[in-house]
């Protein structure tokens, strides 16, 4: 018999020899509290506090911590200045530490830092401080008031931007300065003549009536002695057109609040107001509208309005607007902001003779145009997706979102234009109006999303694949803005739960989404109905409407993607009620047999042959869907009940769980294992939620790969797609995952790529083979939904996945499932903890797997397709304690390991 060897090579091979560390060679980095580097204005009473170790050595685990919180940067070492201290804890948490000293105060800065034991008895060295700030605790502080224009009336069309003004002085040496502010609309706020941040559409997008986020912004060097501070208030979500609503869903009246907080280096502190002192006027801003787009008079422009000595003369004093505070809440999401510009990739000149711009990427933001021209020229900057079959410019599929920037030239030299308060979602433009053809260097795309941290990568040896990946990140980029929407281009652009709960695994891995989904999910709870129904969409537009299956389920699903990727128990905790509202609502609507009969739902949503009139996926009952639904999320909900210690409402969902299961095979499934509706959703769903009978998995299986055989391509929609490909693994059946995933005819996730799509489009045919569209009411070309591949890609396909019982990548899964002809995948995920990167290939007729496992964290990996008879030669360089950890299962060698990096080689043929 062949003698085959298995070398399995550690980078880090001398650390193993050394049995002492010196605690320079680990070091604890990346504080960061709340998910957030040294945050400011936030109101969370027991922030989180969370580190990395950053070590040279493998199998490096923290077994004990200490933080210090102290009231100022250099005073950690007198007891006076100590906040709060945990001593020596032995734990091995590094992620998401309570903080447990006294409650702080309003407008309080403390400073934090901490060092860890590791588990060779080293120590660190204290980290570097890191700070939180809080905001506003009491509502009394609010001394400003709510400014407005007066005499607004209710319009049905978009009116003006309002630019409200104030000057003061400062009266002495200025220490640090704070200014918190909000608006019923949206708001750019300016101070002496600079805008303040880099934040857009501000205040962000929540349930207006109920919670309304302030941001803080550190103005400290911005003072000077004489001061002008100022604002633009435009529609925005607030006022504006949104869904199929009208204007003035919130309001009919746009207001600014404001409190400038000033101290001085003598101890004294001021504080400047919204009051009635503040001027207001129109601008130059005629239209604001987040679908329709923005109407600018630069011939209207006052110069010099946002800095000193302006003359506001004719200006109006503002009125104060009567509106609660008792709704103000501190950011709690990340901001918006441009994170990149883009040159457009070609001019060109369209069958019907328009000349349109090809950004070459399917972005969301607006332009930036340079021009020249006459006074009095108006420029019509008009925005489409795609181009139609004969390569003319396209917008029927934007329905009622007239998606067009106005700008009307003032005739001087160079005019810049920028919109303030409205995006788009766009590939091409064209620019009517102008007097010569435009030129590249005249427009530059600025990208505009959630400022969220990138995270994750994955790549692999087919481009076609790698082009997917990039589609399904732009695709989360352009629908993360404030709030997951469904699309950014046409007159919706919503917060519809269904598409954020498919999606937000995928976009977990993609993005550190823990703050944006932690606000989002608040105005969940807040609008959920007292019966506990969701809304459909989030924040709600539709006075309640919701309690679809697989839509309203985001409820649960969304904080356990937040639990299991960053190990947050706190958000189980916070949202319990509304988790048990919605868990209560589905169990009441299924009564005394646990059968969910019925009621309507979305369905299976744009599966394929789900043609008008009825998008629902009529193939695969609504109800199986809703019964299955249901049994899913009540045994996560029992499963998040014990996780957060509610041991009583665990065992009870947890048996309500079992019923529901009983009778959803009563019901749904014939002895043979077959659905009743026999579709691959059905069988996706069935098979992954864990409804089958043991017995019954075998039959359901081969009904399930035979239905794939049969069609040779997918039929699932929202609802089955995203749980298409992980089910058919499950089953033991990769090679039909990889079949479906590499399919590049219509249907498939390929097909749009095969058609140079750069995000992942709504529909699975929205521009068919022949270049003609699907129907104009809902067809668009960035809709992140079917993107929910990407958990498949980074999990099954590299092989990164999350151990349940260990959540936040604390114990990490690496099970790679080469296939499908690829020759290697790479996927690289930033955890809390620090990077964990799982890379394979084939090299000749080896395979050769690379992993990295960060410090604090351990992991069990599966080698597939290694045989134990191997083990004998691998051992001699792995620790005798690994030893006995590693086992033979079908799949291949299991092991598991301690943080490094490790490289793994041996024979395996795919
Ligand atoms: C949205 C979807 C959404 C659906 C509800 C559509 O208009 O674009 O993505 O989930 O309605 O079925």
Not at 4 to 13: A, G, R, V
Not at 292 to 302: P, Q
Not at 466 to 474: F, R, T
Not at 846 to 870: G, M
Request: glycine share 8%.
């Amino acid at each position: 018999m062949r003698f085959i060897k298995i070398s399995i090579q550690l980078f880090f091979i001398f650390s193993y020899l050394s049995s002492n560390i010196v605690s320079a060679k680990t070091k604890v980095s990346k504080l960061v509290c709340e998910y957030k580097i040294n945050p400011i204005g936030i109101d969370i009473e027991r922030p989180r506090f969370s580190w990395q170790i950053l070590s040279e050595e493998s199998n490096i685990k923290q077994i004990a911590y200490e933080i210090r919180v102290a009231d100022s940067r250099n005073n950690f070492n007198n007891r006076n200045n100590i906040i709060w201290s945990s001593g020596r804890v032995i734990s091995d948490q590094s992620v998401n530490i309570d903080y447990q000293g006294l409650l702080l105060k309003s407008i309080q800065r403390a400073y934090w830092q901490v060092r860890i034991w590791d588990n060779n008895h080293n120590v660190t060295l204290w980290s570097e401080p890191a700070f939180w700030e809080t905001g506003i605790l009491d509502n009394k502080l609010w001394t400003a008031s709510w400014i407005c224009m007066k005499n607004e009336k209710k319009t049905t069309i978009s009116q003006p931007c309002k630019y409200f003004r104030k000057e003061f002085m400062t009266s002495k040496k200025v220490s640090s300065a704070r200014v918190y502010v909000t608006s019923l609309g949206l708001y750019q706020l300016f101070l002496n003549g600079n805008k303040i941040g880099n934040d857009l559409f501000t205040p962000g997008w929540t349930s207006y009536k109920k919670r309304l986020q302030y941001q803080t912004y550190d103005v400290s060097t911005m003072l000077k002695h004489k001061n002008t501070i100022s604002a633009i208030v435009g529609d925005g979500w607030f006022l504006g057109n949104i869904s199929g609503q009208g204007r003035s869903y919130y309001g009919d009246q746009l207001a600014l609040l404001a409190l400038l907080k000033i101290n001085y280096t003598d101890g004294t502190s001021e504080s400047i107001v919204t009051d009635n002192n503040w001027k207001v006027s129109y601008g130059p801003i005629l239209e604001s509208d987040i679908y329709n787009g923005e109407k600018y008079d630069a011939r209207l422009e006052m110069n010099g309005w946002s800095a000193n000595s302006f003359d506001d003369s004719k200006w109006q004093n503002v009125d104060i607007l009567e509106h609660t505070k008792n709704i103000l809440i501190a950011s709690q999401g990340e901001p918006v902001q441009i994170i990149s510009e883009i040159i457009p990739k070609k001019v060109i000149t369209t069958p019907k003779g328009e000349t349109v711009l090809d950004m070459g990427q399917n972005m969301v933001g607006w332009i930036r145009l340079k021009i020249k021209g006459e006074k009095g020229d108006e420029l019509n900057i008009q925005f489409a997706e795609v181009l139609d079959k004969d390569g003319n410019f396209y917008t029927d599929n934007l329905r009622k979102a007239k998606a067009t920037d106005i700008y009307i030239l003032k005739g001087t030299e160079e005019e810049i234009f920028e919109p303030h308060f409205t995006f788009h979602g766009f590939r091409y433009l064209k620019i009517i109006g102008l007097r010569y053809k435009p030129q590249i260097g005249q427009v530059a795309g600025m990208v505009i999303h959630t400022k969220m941290a990138p995270t994750g990568t994955f790549s692999c040896s087919d481009s076609l694949i790698n082009k997917l990946q990039h589609n399904i990140q732009w695709g989360q980029k352009g629908n993360f803005l404030d709030v997951p929407t469904d699309c950014p281009q046409r007159d919706e652009r919503l917060g519809w739960t269904g598409d954020a709960q498919v999606f937000s695994m995928t976009a977990a891995f993609n993005f550190n989404v823990a703050a944006f989904y932690t606000k989002w999910l608040k105005d969940l709870s807040a609008d959920q109905g007292s019966d506990g129904k969701v809304t459909n969409v989030v924040p709600d537009l539709s006075n309640g409407e919701g309690g679809a299956t697989a839509w309203a389920d985001a409820a649960i699903i969304i904080p356990w993607t937040l639990y299991r990727t960053y190990g947050d128990k706190r958000i189980l905790k916070e949202q319990y009620s509304s988790m048990k509202a919605w868990i209560e609502f589905m169990n009441l609507r299924a009564g005394d047999d646990y059968l969910w009969i019925g009621d309507p739902h979305f369905g299976d949503w744009l599966a394929f042959n789900s043609n008008s009139p009825d998008y629902s996926g009529a193939f695969t009952e609504k109800d199986l869907i809703a019964n299955a639904y249901n049994y899913y999320s009540t045994n996560l909900f029992g499963k998040i009940a014990s996780i957060i210690g509610q041991t009583n409402d665990a065992l009870k969902y947890q048996q309500i769980a079992t019923k529901i299961k009983k009778a959803f095979i009563a019901e749904f499934t014939t002895p043979n294992g077959r659905l009743i509706s026999h579709t691959q959703t059905a069988y996706a769903l069935a098979l992954s939620f864990g409804l089958l009978p043991d017995e019954m998995i075998p039959k359901s299986s081969k009904f399930f790969a035979d239905d794939v055989n049969k069609f040779k391509h997918l039929t699932t929609g929202f609802v089955g797609t995203p749980l298409l490909c992980s089910s058919l693994s499950s089953i033991g059946r990769d090679d039909l995952a990889f079949m479906l995933l590499t399919r590049k005819e219509y249907p498939s996730w390929l097909y749009p790529v095969t058609q140079g799509a750069t995000t992942i489009w709504e529909r699975w045919d929205g521009q068919k083979p022949d270049r003609t569209f699907q129907t104009t009411d809902m067809n668009s070309f960035n809709h992140y939904a079917y993107g929910a591949i990407g958990e498949w890609l980074y999990s099954y396909v590299a092989g990164i996945s999350i151990d349940p019982e260990n959540p936040g990548y604390k114990h990490i899964l690496f099970n790679p499932h080469p296939g499908g002809g690829l020759k290697n995948a790479k996927a690289e995920f930033k955890s809390m903890y620090g990077l964990v990167k799982s890379a394979w290939r084939f090299n000749g007729d080896n395979f050769v797997y690379e992993i990295e496992i960060p410090s604090n964290t351990t992991a069990t990996v599966t080698l597939p397709q290694a045989k134990s008879d191997y083990q004998i030669i691998n051992l001699l360089t792995l620790k005798p304690e690994m030893r006995k950890l590693m086992e033979q299962n079908t799949y291949g060698i299991r092991l598991k390991l301690g943080s490094g990096k490790y490289q793994f080689s041996y024979p395996a043929k795919y």
